[in-house]
């Protein structure tokens, strides 16, 4: 079952997705060589917390002996999500996903976004672009009377045709009161198929998107996604609602 929104639900939603929006923003304006990710961290749950709201990945998971311990997901090149702040120092050329969620009032918001450390190679330039690029074809697609693939085969057609590949074992997600609700959304599937998408939907649509093979693992610490082959990986993410005949983005940077 989907969840519908209401005018008054997709606002609460619209607020906790500006504090995601601006944390966002914030990590990006600051992250440079030499800093930590817990440093990153900790900018970010002091913002969360100053604008009423909750981190929405602290403390998450299904595990109770093994619940995701930080605010930021922050994942460095090779490492696809889930990535968990701590002492690593940020290197010139890199690149830093962060994901981050934010409840306030009772209703989620999530986003990604993936940013350059220094200068970065043009690989790794280009990842990015398609990564970016492919989120917003995606979201093009998820407006009411479309199918839930039509968002997938916008994704993986647009990143396939540059070359690079689309991750298959992590998907985005419905949010509202709930991080994760239903439907799953894939970054990969055949236009024309999936659920009937409809006014009210609430979507978070997250392309990852790798330089090589599509494959990934699980790292010994339970959480941290990370490519097969050891190449480069982005990851972009917005917070959308299904309305008034278009996708209204919002987790706007």
């Known amino acids: 079952m989907v969840p519908l929104k209401t005018q008054k639900e997709i606002e609460l939603i619209r607020e906790s997705s500006r504090i995601v929006a601006d944390v966002l923003k914030l990590v990006g304006a600051t992250a440079r060589p030499g ?12 913002y969360i917390r100053a604008n009423g709201a909750e981190p929405a990945f602290k403390g998450y998971g299904w595990d109770k002996r093994n619940l995701f311990p930080a605010t930021l997901c922050t994942s460095i090149d090779s490492e696809v999500v889930h990535g968990i702040p701590g002492g690593r120092v940020l290197k010139e050329g890199e690149i830093l996903s962060i994901d981050v969620g934010a409840k306030k009032d009772g209703y989620y918001g999530d986003g990604a976004w993936s940013f350059a450390i220094g200068e970065i190679d043009s690989e790794r330039q280009r990842l990015l672009r398609v990564t970016e690029e492919s989120l917003m ?9 479309n199918r839930l693939h039509d968002i997938s085969a916008a994704v993986q057609s647009f990143v396939e045709a540059n070359g690079f590949s689309v991750v298959r074992d992590l998907v985005g997600h419905g949010i509202g009161k709930k991080l994760h609700e239903e439907p799953s959304v894939p970054n990969y599937g055949e236009a024309g198929t999936g659920l009937l998408l409809k006014e009210g939907m609430t979507l978070a649509i997250e392309p990852m998107v790798n330089s090589g093979t599509w494959r990934v693992s699980v790292a010994a610490d339970g959480w941290t996604v990370s490519t097969a082959d050891g190449r480069p990986s982005a990851h972009f993410e917005h917070t959308v609602a299904v309305r008034n005949g278009k996708a209204e983005i919002l987790t706007q940077l």
Do not use: P
């Not at 990153?40 to 002091?46: M, P, T, Y």
């Open 137 to 145: 074809k995606g979201i093009e697609q998820a407006v009411a009377g």
């Open 35 to 46: 800093m930590t990710t817990l440093e990153l961290d900790k900018l970010a749950e002091d």
